[in-house]
């Protein structure tokens, strides 16, 4: 009898490490709304099986040249300020969501921040401290929430580039006020170049590769066009020995959704819900189920989800659109 009891304690400790194993990140990108949340705007991103949500405070620079940082100011709205990231992390964790607190910076007109440059080394000096000032700031909420994950910058390519020893010292620091897992959000073609992958928990990448030539893609092609990106990440992974975060992914539901994802021109308007849907379940095919992949972040979910996305929305929000229900059956899978 004692041998049989052993066999089956030995079992469940066997499918349990096989159910853990299969836990993944299964995130939302929780766009901040000029209003608290409820528990009704929660509701959906429950039954999508989502089990972590990013929630993103911006601050604001004038050009990609201009060293200050304007942040959590009351002209900002609710979920862009502090108090929305507080308010935010309460209602969500209530709901057993984790938390990822991903503070970004956005540039007049919506300029790719990757191109923030400043022309003099006083200028450079400026950036950095009002970067660590923003960065620390929300490295505290972090902590006070309790957050999982802290992303300690988006898409910052020529600023990490310049600026190496900045972000060495910025990190020690963040460390000192946040004692949770720490990333970095890389854009797809600049993460091999990030030099302080060994000083996080996370390579976290914004995945928006291109893997189709097709104005409606199938999920075979796709999966091919990911073969030499995800050697290259798998390889990385490898290398600094850390697990690979998809910091940002999704698709719009447009004709060649998969040639430029990136692309969030509101000019192009041909809707293509097959396209979203190959590409998006080829992404979970590709790397759901590898051992050295975390999850990710879909780009974007809002707060008022009967309003949102739509068969008549060309943008990336997967909200009322048939590849909802794509990431719900996948997430549920991974929860």
């Known amino acids: 009898m004692k041998y049989f009891i052993g066999y089956v304690l030995l079992s469940c400790m066997v499918f349990q490490s096989c159910l853990q194993s299969n836990k993944k990140i299964n995130g939302v990108s929780f766009v901040a709304a000029n209003n608290a949340i409820a528990d009704d705007h929660l509701s959906p991103v429950v039954n999508l099986n989502s089990n972590f949500a990013a929630l993103m405070p911006f ?3 004038k050009t990609l040249e201009h060293p200050d940082i304007v942040f959590n100011t009351e002209k900002q709205w609710f979920g862009e300020r502090e108090e929305g990231v507080l308010q935010y992390a309460e209602k ?12 970004q910076l956005w540039v007049w007109r919506g300029e790719y921040t990757g191109g923030i440059a400043m022309k003099t080394e006083a200028d450079w000096l400026m950036l950095e401290t009002a970067y660590r000032h923003f960065i620390l700031e929300y490295a505290r909420v972090a902590e006070v929430v309790n957050a999982d994950i802290y992303c300690i910058g988006t898409e910052l390519e020529n600023f990490v580039a310049a600026r190496p020893e900045f972000w060495n010292r910025l990190i020690t620091e963040i460390k000192d ?5 720490l990333t970095y959000a890389a854009n797809w073609d600049e993460y091999k170049r990030t030099p302080f992958w060994d000083a996080l928990d996370y390579i976290g990448i914004d995945a928006y590769f291109p893997v189709s030539e097709s104005k409606t893609p199938t999920i075979e092609e796709c999966l091919q066009g990911w073969l ?3 050697q290259e990440i798998k390889e990385l992974s490898e290398t600094e020995g850390k697990p690979v975060l998809f ?3 999704g698709y719009r539901s447009i004709d060649f959704s998969g040639k430029e994802p990136w692309v969030s021109d509101r000019s192009k308007t041909s809707l293509n819900f097959e396209a979203q849907t190959a590409t998006t379940q080829a992404l979970f095919d590709t790397f759901w189920d590898e051992d050295w992949f975390a999850g990710g972040f879909i780009w974007k979910w809002f707060h008022n989800h009967k309003e949102s996305g739509g068969m008549t929305d060309t943008q990336f929000t997967p909200q009322n659109k048939p590849v909802e229900n794509v990431i719900q059956s996948q997430y549920k899978k991974f929860r």
């Open 177 to 181: 006020v946040y004692s949770g897992k």
């Open 59 to 61: 601050g604001f620079i």
């Open 228 to 230: 030499p990106y995800k």
């Open 247 to 249: 910091t940002e992914f």
């Open 92 to 103: 969500l964790k209530a709901k057993n969501i984790k938390i990822m607190v991903k503070p």
